[in-house]
């Protein structure tokens, strides 16, 4: 006889498992919430490398699965209700700046935003001299926090255009297209009046001058990079939300992007004795300043396809590399396998080798990305600032203004990310950007090397080349950032 009741038992506790949403919806659900995966995690007594799972398309069971769905569903309405909240802020304000600015045309006083001598309350009278902002020369005054002149007199810039700074927010970067070069010759030399100053200021002390240089090179480097943006195109987002894996997974560790650093050796060379040339690659950093970065916050995306508009960084599996005995490995010295995230440089750097042209390894496989809409120009107008203050300084014999330029470049690049030193600008990912164009840089050079004949020895860094045989028919030697100079010579072998 059939158990009737244990059937209706059954049928009681039977139910159908609560849908849940796609896998890259679910991610986006938690990252606009802007929860971390090991702050669900915790919520749901589960591991982070769970909810990752589950965000990359497994589903959970059971009673976990209930508690997630009932996540994602708060979250998809705690987001539909700020976002209702914002839309009707943002009309109630449109609605009321409209009649506002009405008014304000017959109603403002004249002297709005003058204190009682006349002189607009955001003047601030500076405690030493600093270079004006529109023609370099010393100025006693900041408007909106620029040093610049009040009387136009006294001013070396010439139309009224120019006579008031821009405001930080309504500044842009300028963007230039490959193979044209910003004309510089009309804009003030903030780096010279900057070094005139400091040797003013120490007697002619060299030594001295130039530590102070050193010291101050972040924020002069911050106020060249300010105004080569003046007039420009597109607004920097200084501080925006980043991803959890350019997040620092300790206050002493690192994040999860990988710069591809080349700290490569050539395991076996031919017999007999051989002369060995180490190359110092000039100006690594400042030339990597020219990259494709990301204008705006990142953006996910999922899929094995590489869009050359945007700009990011990517979840890949590299190729194999076959050439180990003569040539680095592209992604650098790497002895983990699987997946890895990785900058635009370096994706860029194996989709180029990987085509028709060279052929050297497989495209690689891209499982996602975090970019944004991109430019390879977004630095250029500060770059050859830099480049050209070098030149000149080089061509000077002048060792303070080399120095000082040196540091401003170097610094900028290693303070872009979550640093005390530089709070101005937080871009975690244009700092991973350029510092792996360098490396990217490094490894066209090796290769060009190779191509040309040389036997490559070995690779370092972002500006160590250790070659044999003739490299001055490949390479130009002198001070120059397209030139390269002799680090040292050095025999191996036996004759």
């Known amino acids: 006889m059939t158990d009737f009741g244990a059937i209706d038992a059954l049928l009681a506790g039977a139910r159908k498992e609560v849908p849940l949403p796609s896998a890259e919806e679910r991610r986006t659900l938690r990252e606009e919430l802007n929860l971390s995966r090991a702050q669900l995690a915790q919520a749901l007594g589960v591991?982070?490398?769970?909810?990752?799972g589950w965000e990359s398309g497994r589903d959970p069971s059971g009673e976990v699965r209930e508690k997630y769905a009932y996540f994602l569903e708060g979250a998809r309405t705690k987001l539909a209700a700020e976002a209702a909240e914002a839309a009707e802020a943002t009309s109630a304000e449109d609605s009321a700046s409209s009649e506002d600015d009405a008014d304000s045309q017959d109603d403002a006083p004249a002297d709005a935003g003058q204190t009682e001598d006349g002189r607009d309350d955001d003047v601030d009278v500076l405690a030493a001299p600093q270079p004006c902002v529109l023609c370099g020369e010393p100025a006693r005054h900041q408007v909106a926090g620029f040093p610049q002149h009040l009387d136009p007199a006294e001013c070396g810039s010439t139309g009224a255009a120019r006579s008031q700074p821009q405001p930080q927010s309504e500044r842009g970067v300028r963007v230039v297209p490959v193979g044209r070069r910003l004309?510089?010759?009309?804009s003030p030399d903030l780096i010279g009046t900057a070094v005139a100053s400091a040797l003013a200021e120490h007697s002619g002390d060299v030594e001295s001058a130039t530590e102070a240089l050193v010291k101050r090179a972040i924020p002069d480097a911050m106020a060249l990079l300010d105004h080569s943006r003046m007039g420009g195109r597109y607004d920097v987002v200084a501080h925006p939300w980043m991803p959890d894996v350019l997040r620092k997974q300790s206050s002493r560790g690192a994040d999860q992007i990988w710069e591809a650093r080349p700290k490569w050796s050539?395991?076996?060379?031919?017999?007999g004795k051989h002369e060995i040339t180490a190359l110092d690659v000039n100006g690594a950093y400042l030339s990597a300043l020219k990259t494709h970065l990301p204008?705006?916050?990142?953006?996910?995306?999922?899929?094995?396809h590489h869009d050359r508009r945007r700009a990011g960084i990517h979840l890949i599996t590299p190729p194999d590399w076959e050439h180990d005995a003569y040539l680095p490995n592209p992604i650098g010295s790497r002895d983990e396998p699987g997946p890895l995230w990785v900058t635009e440089s370096t994706l860029r750097l194996l989709l180029r080798i990987s085509g028709p042209k060279y052929g050297l390894c497989d495209p690689p496989e891209i499982h996602e990305s975090w970019t944004s809409g991109a430019t390879e120009g977004l630095l250029e107008k500060f770059r050859i600032?830099?480049?050209?203050?070098r030149d000149r300084a080089i061509a000077d014999n002048d060792e303070v203004t080399l120095e000082y330029v040196k540091a401003m470049y170097s610094k900028f690049v290693s303070t872009m990310g979550e640093s005390n030193?530089?709070?101005?600008?937080?871009?975690?990912?244009?700092?991973?950007?350029?510092?792996?164009?360098?490396?990217?840089?490094?490894?066209w050079k090796a290769h060009r090397a190779y191509d040309e004949g040389l036997m490559v020895v070995r690779a370092m860094g972002t500006d160590e080349l250790h070659v044999i045989g003739d490299?001055?028919?490949?390479f130009a030697e002198g001070r120059g950032v397209t030139e390269v100079k002799v680090k040292d010579v050095y025999t191996v072998g036996t004759g």
């Open 266 to 271: 050539r395991s076996e060379l031919p017999a």
């Open 421 to 443: 030193y530089n709070r101005e600008l937080y871009r975690t990912d244009w700092m991973h950007l350029i510092r792996s164009q360098a490396f990217a840089n490094l490894w």
């Open 471 to 474: 490299w001055r028919a490949v």
């Open 295 to 304: 204008l705006g916050q990142l953006e996910h995306s999922t899929g094995n």
């Open 385 to 389: 600032a830099l480049k050209d203050a």
């Open 183 to 186: 004309q510089t010759a009309d």
């Open 47 to 52: 591991s982070p490398s769970t909810v990752g």
